[in-house]
């Protein structure tokens, strides 16, 4: 289940990559972004969603991270808890008068730091310093 969860955390910060620029290219052209961009975000939100739920089931198993103290506990939240509440500030965000024309453009940016977060995540969890 390890391996599972590493190679899940690699998708994770590539779609959000993938959802940002998308997001730029659509406010450059200045026409909202195809529908995959929103089965891309769904996904990633699946993706998000179900590997905290492994990283709770290897937490609870006894498999933690290399890194060891406050590091350890940065993988959780840099991993799990920061990108899930970004991803539901998007929705309020999306849902608000500021951007009713453009509901994209929070989740563009949510998926900024989503990926700056989780590449943060992976890099902690494999006990990387720099």
């Known amino acids: 289940m390890t391996d599972l969860h590493r190679y899940v955390a690699y998708s ?5 990559i993938v959802l940002m620029l998308w997001t730029i290219w659509s406010l450059i052209r200045n026409r909202p972004p195809h529908d995959w961009f929103w089965s891309l975000l769904g996904g990633l939100q699946v993706i998000l969603v179900l590997q905290a739920l492994v990283g709770i ?3 609870v198993v006894g498999r933690r991270p ?13 991993g799990g808890v920061f990108p899930l509440l970004l991803l539901v500030y998007a929705h309020r965000a ?4 500021r951007f009713r024309q453009i509901p994209w453009v929070p989740f ?3 998926s900024l730091f989503i990926f700056g977060l989780t590449f943060q995540a992976i890099r902690t969890g494999l006990g990387i310093q720099l």
């Open 57 to 59: 089931v290897l937490f």
């Open 66 to 78: 290399d890194a060891e103290g406050l590091r350890q506990w940065l993988h959780y939240t840099y």
């Open 108 to 110: 563009g940016i949510a």
């Open 12 to 16: 994770i910060p590539a779609a959000s």
């Open 94 to 97: 999306a849902k608000s008068e």
